[in-house]
């Protein structure tokens, strides 16, 4: 059966500890901008935490959403890529080969999640920050657009896994670094074409939202609406 992945991020959970998205950074080589670059707009985030406030000092209460590439099966940014780099996976990524991307950036302006990232300049990561550098997964040079991949890096590694032991895959044996790392266990991550793995009962939860879905990108990404 061919997987289908799909996230689910509980919004009860979410601390807004952002381990998230350091786990992220390093896990998948995100450059790292410094604060003349971040003034121009050009820092890069696979997965960002938004913050919402209610209500007047001293009665706030702060509500978080990590964001990140939604996964949408009617994608806006893939038919608007002219080399086809931005592209719909067999298991329902939307995956990026880095050397057709021409820099058009069609992709990121179509995108409404403001969740593609143009790279401005080639990475350097002074010492010793290059040392965790991951060689799984590819340094992105200047002129070309990047953004979540879901790790997909962790999801080829866990199939051979599976299938070097001749068995089928766990429900939960793969994590992105964002799941992997999050202290409340806010995100979940599987396949949606189990109708028993965990994200899809979660995605089936009344709780459950997709982000602008009056938009009809169809996300793979399911919130579930914070209660308390
Ligand atoms: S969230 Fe943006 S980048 Fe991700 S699939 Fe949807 S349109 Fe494409």
């Given at each position: 059966?061919?997987?289908?992945w799909g996230m689910a991020v509980?919004?009860?959970?979410?601390?807004?500890?952002?381990?998230?998205?350091?786990?992220?950074?390093?896990?998948?080589?995100?450059?790292?901008?410094?604060?003349?670059e971040s003034a121009k707009g050009?820092?890069?985030?696979?997965?960002?935490?938004?913050?919402?406030?209610?209500?007047?000092?001293?009665?706030?209460?702060?509500?978080?959403?990590?964001?990140?590439?939604?996964?949408?099966?009617?994608?806006?940014?893939?038919?608007?890529c002219p080399t086809y780099a931005?592209?719909?996976?067999?298991?329902?990524?939307?995956?990026?080969?880095?050397?057709?991307?021409?820099?058009?950036?069609?992709?990121?302006?179509?995108?409404?999640?403001?969740?593609?990232?143009?790279?401005?300049?080639?990475?350097?990561?002074?010492?010793?920050?290059?040392?965790?550098?991951?060689?799984?997964?590819?340094?992105?040079?200047?002129?070309?657009?990047?953004?979540?991949?879901?790790?997909?890096?962790?999801?080829?590694?866990?199939?051979?896994?599976?299938?070097?032991?001749?068995?089928?895959?766990?429900?939960?044996?793969?994590?992105?670094?964002?799941?992997?790392?999050?202290?409340?266990?806010?995100?979940?991550?599987?396949?949606?074409?189990?109708?028993?793995?965990?994200?899809?009962?979660?995605?089936?939860?009344?709780?459950?939202?997709?982000?602008?879905?009056?938009?009809?990108?169809?996300?793979?990404?399911?919130?579930?609406?914070?209660?308390?």
């Open positions: 059966m061919t997987h289908r509980d919004l009860d959970r979410c601390t807004g500890c952002e381990a998230c998205v350091t786990a992220c950074r390093t896990e998948n080589n995100v450059r790292i901008a410094g604060p003349e050009r820092s890069i985030a696979w997965i960002r935490v938004e913050r919402y406030y209610e209500g007047d000092f001293p009665d706030v209460r702060v509500k978080f959403r990590p964001v990140m590439c939604q996964q949408c099966d009617a994608a806006p940014c893939e038919p608007v931005s592209h719909h996976s067999e298991e329902g990524l939307n995956a990026q080969i880095y050397n057709r991307c021409i820099g058009t950036r069609y992709c990121a302006n179509a995108c409404p999640y403001n969740v593609r990232f143009f790279n401005f300049g080639n990475p350097v990561w002074d010492r010793p920050l290059d040392l965790p550098l991951n060689p799984d997964v590819s340094v992105r040079e200047v002129g070309v657009v990047e953004k979540c991949t879901f790790c997909t890096q962790r999801i080829s590694a866990g199939k051979d896994q599976a299938k070097a032991e001749g068995r089928e895959l766990r429900d939960g044996e793969i994590k992105p670094a964002c799941v992997q790392s999050c202290p409340t266990s806010a995100l979940v991550f599987g396949d949606l074409n189990d109708p028993e793995s965990a994200v899809s009962m979660l995605s089936r939860s009344s709780r459950g939202t997709k982000l602008m879905d009056d938009l009809g990108t169809q996300p793979k990404v399911t919130y579930l609406k914070k209660e308390y």
